[in-house]
């Protein structure tokens, strides 16, 4: 045999034993191959594989197509794709819940991350697939695949941001940089200005704008450790302050997801149809705006977020390989563009986003120009989007300064308390939503008797709300109609005790049982 086909026989096995590790732990210096490189030859065989990707209309069948094309490119593997459309908001969910029937190669949300991590749900990409994916990519997108300085995740967009829509009939270019002037234009004309400030996602642009961050800290399993916080200072008093001018105007809407008599409306690249669509001839796209505190100017942050593409680790070391190849392929500047193209998400490949066609998106460019003050969303403990939440809310009650400074005194002990909390606590499951005078801000407990069997005290319910049961006051695992699913909505007026059956997984089971005096 000759010496050359030796060292090729003996390169492909030191290759695929890489392969193998990169699947079960964190990359450890393997190399390893990409996508349309020639040792793709040396994995030569048929592939059965399973795959979700967005429920979006058409995803599913371009998915396919560029399979195809990922064959053509590497000949000699075959891949007999099952491809199933799962929102990318539950995916993670799903994944965590049962990892074992999971599928092969999935797409998830970037603030589902840590979880997959934990659940050992996810393979990590080896060295040389790492580092082309870091080079390729913005540095958002890696950061948001990665943990503890570990890339899991191949970034797909860097869309998940938002930035302003806004009517020029009545705003010029210049007034939409001011917050106070876009409030007296639209107060001026009896239209809404639409910002979602009782969520939490929203309510951070205006702590980010005064210089407050929420840093959250993990260790190499996914399990958070720690927090630094400074949303409780001066700074965020001043965030408060500036919060409270737009939520206290007459022309505040919390609802951004509706354009009805809209002047202004923050949002992001899922509502730019919509937008289009309002404005018309008047439509208008830029950054966020400016707002005034005590003499000071701050322009308003967000965060920036993103989709991702997992690999769920094989104990085949060949087809692990393969579907790293896939993924990249799959995650590369062609198909960002396809799917650009077909369906306007924003790549997160740095390529595709210098394209004329991206480049002449107004929305893609309002979103480029708020990347400027953006923060990359890494990855945030699941209660705090329902500690954070309330700020909103409490901006727009507060009659004083004194006020704002209570809420954020209490924002400070609820975000200390995450740290203090029991297993009991963590394992306890509660009602929440807009149900006995509470807003999706209170857990009403629930006993376990029998077991897997929880049951809540009696609650005095209204026809028309809504709820949900969750565990350990998070959202990490929580059922509505179904695991994950969409909430319940109370039928009649009457007093109801609230049942979950549960498997200790994604099956389960919410009953109303009335209650007869």
């Known amino acids: 045999m000759k010496m050359s086909k030796i060292l090729s026989l003996v390169l492909a096995a030191l290759m695929l034993v890489a392969c193998f590790a990169s699947c079960t732990t964190p990359d450890a210096g393997n190399e390893d191959t990409t996508a349309g490189s020639d040792a793709s030859a040396e994995l030569a065989g048929t592939y059965d594989i399973t795959m979700w990707v967005s429920e979006k209309e058409g995803v599913a069948t371009l998915t396919q197509k560029q399979i195809e094309a990922f064959m053509a490119a590497n000949p000699g593997i075959v891949i007999n794709a099952k491809i199933e459309g799962v929102t990318e908001a539950d995916a993670g969910s799903l994944v965590v819940a049962d990892v074992a029937t999971a599928p092969d190669i999935y797409c998830f949300a970037q603030d589902q991350l840590a979880r997959l991590v934990q659940a050992a749900a996810l393979a990590a990409p080896g060295k040389n697939a790492a580092e082309n994916i870091k080079n390729a990519n913005d540095a958002g997108s890696v950061a948001a695949g990665s943990v503890a300085g570990t890339l899991y995740a191949y970034p797909m967009t860097s869309d998940n941001g938002y930035y302003m829509y806004y009517n020029t009939s009545i705003i010029s270019e210049e007034d939409a940089e001011s917050m106070e002037k876009l409030i007296a234009a639209c107060e001026a004309n009896n239209l809404k200005f639409r910002y979602a400030l009782e969520n939490a996602w929203y309510t951070a642009s205006f702590f980010f704008a005064t ?18 916080d400074t949303f409780n200072s001066a700074e965020g008093l001043a965030a408060m302050k500036g919060m409270q001018k737009l939520a206290q105007s007459s022309c505040y809407d919390s609802n951004a997801d509706i354009f009805t008599d809209a002047g202004v409306i923050i949002t ?35 965060y920036t977020g993103n989709k991702l593409m997992g690999v769920k680790p094989q104990t085949d070391a060949k087809k692990a390989a393969v579907l790293s190849l896939l993924a990249q392929y799959l995650t590369g500047e062609e198909c960002q563009l396809e799917r650009y193209e077909q369906f306007q998400w924003g790549p997160s490949n740095k390529a595709a986003q210098a394209s004329e066609a991206v480049q002449a998106n107004p929305s893609l460019a309002a979103l480029a120009k708020q990347g400027e003050f953006g923060v990359p969303q890494g990855q945030i403990h699941g209660s705090w989007w329902d500690i954070a939440k309330v700020l909103g809310a409490d901006a727009k009650a507060a009659t004083s300064d004194a006020d704002l400074q209570t809420a954020l005194d209490e924002y400070k002990t609820t975000i200390d308390g995450l740290f203090q909390m029991t297993d009991e606590q963590k394992n306890a499951w509660g009602v929440i939503g807009n149900i006995c005078d509470t807003n999706w801000d209170t857990d009403f407990p629930m006993t376990e008797e029998p077991a897997g069997t929880y049951t809540s005290d009696v609650l005095e319910l209204k026809a028309g709300q809504e709820f949900k049961v969750r565990q350990g006051a998070s959202w990490e695992v929580n059922f509505g109609v179904e695991f994950n699913g969409a909430n319940i909505v109370v039928e009649k007026d009457g007093k109801y005790k609230v049942q979950l059956v549960w ?9 109303l049982i009335e209650v007869t005096e």
């Open 211 to 228: 210089g407050c961050h929420s840093n959250w800290s993990m260790d190499t399993e996914g399990n958070f450790t720690s927090v630094d």
């Open 503 to 511: 498997d200790g997984a994604q099956g389960g089971t919410v009953t």
């Open 268 to 302: 992001g690249i899922w509502n730019a149809e919509a937008a289009e669509e309002h404005f018309g001839a008047n439509f208008g796209a830029t950054d966020l705006p400016s707002f005034e505190v005590d003499g000071k100017s701050y322009h308003l942050g967000s």
